[in-house]
């Protein structure tokens, strides 16, 4: 299991410097300790000074912290980042409102984190939120909130990649790599609009390549995608849709050409999955903007659709580029499923 809680909010904000960001002197208050949980922290040394949080009274809360297990792992988050990763070392057998109100006083309504445990080996990491949506396949403006696992199926078809979740985690905070699509779409059809298409040279011999360097972005290292390969995918295309060469688009005011957006067919978001670059001419397509925003936005029905004529298409494509991916798998990139 992997739990996280956040602390955002001033107040959570407050309790998080106090007994996150620096272990909280225990040892004056084990008075309000039951024997058996005192012993736990000896065990581990964690008697004088223990990293520790509470959660608020409320259902959803308490059926969390009921079921989270001795050595389960947990995140911490606050604006934007999970900002440490730990294991739980215990929590008190009864929600504690003595010992609560005594380390993090009481909120505006008198209430206080009762459901209280304690947590070791906390180790400093920056997953920033936008790589953790991406990674777990959360949405893109997907928050943090509250006190909360990680989706159990999401976790688990992730896991299967890694020997434990401490590799995962070291994984995520190390070496994933997130997709410039997350972070912003125009500047790339921007990028693909600018100046002229003459001087593109369309037939190039298929051929797999290495992946792009990760770009740092914002202090986030980021696939980017290159306008050049769209741009010869365009010209390649005549710019006419690869649905429907009758698409109907208009005329692009910067290339005084029919407008056309270029697309992947395996999202570059992938990246990661593929020893070779998948930002090749075999996997993008040209589409008009109205099937473009249909495969992103459409209903499950036609995504499929859609997916389907590229796959066709693109079938021995993708093979001479050196990243065939069966057509099942393009579909659970789309999160279809059946
Ligand atoms: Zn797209
Ligand atoms: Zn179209």
């Known amino acids: 299991m992997l739990y996280f809680f956040t602390a955002s909010e001033p107040i959570a904000y ?15 208050s084990l008075n309000l300790l039951d024997p058996v949980t005192i012993e736990k922290l000896k065990l581990n040394n964690s008697d004088k000074k223990v990293c520790m949080w509470g959660a608020k009274p409320g259902p959803s809360n308490f059926r969390n912290w009921n079921n989270i297990e ?10 934007g980042e999970f900002l440490y990763y730990g294991k739980i070392l215990c929590k008190t057998p009864k929600p504690n409102q003595l010992l609560a ?28 939120k936008r790589k953790f949506n991406s990674f777990f396949e959360y949405g893109v403006n997907n928050n943090p909130f509250g006190f909360g696992l990680v989706k159990k199926e999401n976790l688990e078809r992730k896991l299967k990649g890694f020997k434990s979740i401490d590799d995962l985690i070291y994984y995520l905070n190390n070496e994933y790599v997130i997709a410039d699509e997350e972070l912003e779409d125009n500047s790339y059809q921007a990028a693909i609009e600018e ?34 390969v769209a741009k010869r995918v365009l010209k390649k295309a005549e710019f006419k849709c690869e649905i429907n060469s009758e698409h109907l688009t208009f005329i692009s005011n910067s290339t005084i050409k029919p407008y056309m957006e270029a697309h992947h067919l395996i999202p570059i978001k992938y990246q990661n999955e593929f020893p070779n670059s998948i930002d090749v001419d075999g996997n993008v397509v040209c589409l008009c903007p109205n ?3 249909k495969i992103h936005h459409g209903t499950n029905e036609d ?24 057509f099942e798998s393009i579909l659970s990139y789309y999160k279809i499923n059946e």
Request: aromatic share 14%; hydrophobic share 30%.
């Open 14 to 28: 407050k309790n998080f410097k106090k007994t996150i960001q620096k272990p909280y002197p225990i040892k004056d």
């Open 195 to 228: 100046k002229g298409f003459s001087n593109i040279e369309v037939d190039i011999t298929p051929e797999p390549k290495p992946k792009n360097k990760p770009k740092t972005i914002r202090g986030q290292k980021v696939w980017t995608r290159d306008p050049v």
């Open 101 to 128: 109100k005594e380390v993090w006083g009481t909120n505006k309504d008198g209430q206080t984190w009762e459901y209280i445990f304690f947590i070791k080996d906390l180790t400093k990491i920056n997953i920033d």
């Open 291 to 293: 099937c473009h925003r």
């Open 70 to 79: 001795e050595g389960d792992s947990i995140l911490a988050y606050s604006r």
């Open 303 to 326: 995504k499929k659709e859609l997916i389907q004529i590229l796959y066709t298409k693109r079938f021995q494509f993708l093979q001479d580029w050196g990243i065939f991916t069966p």
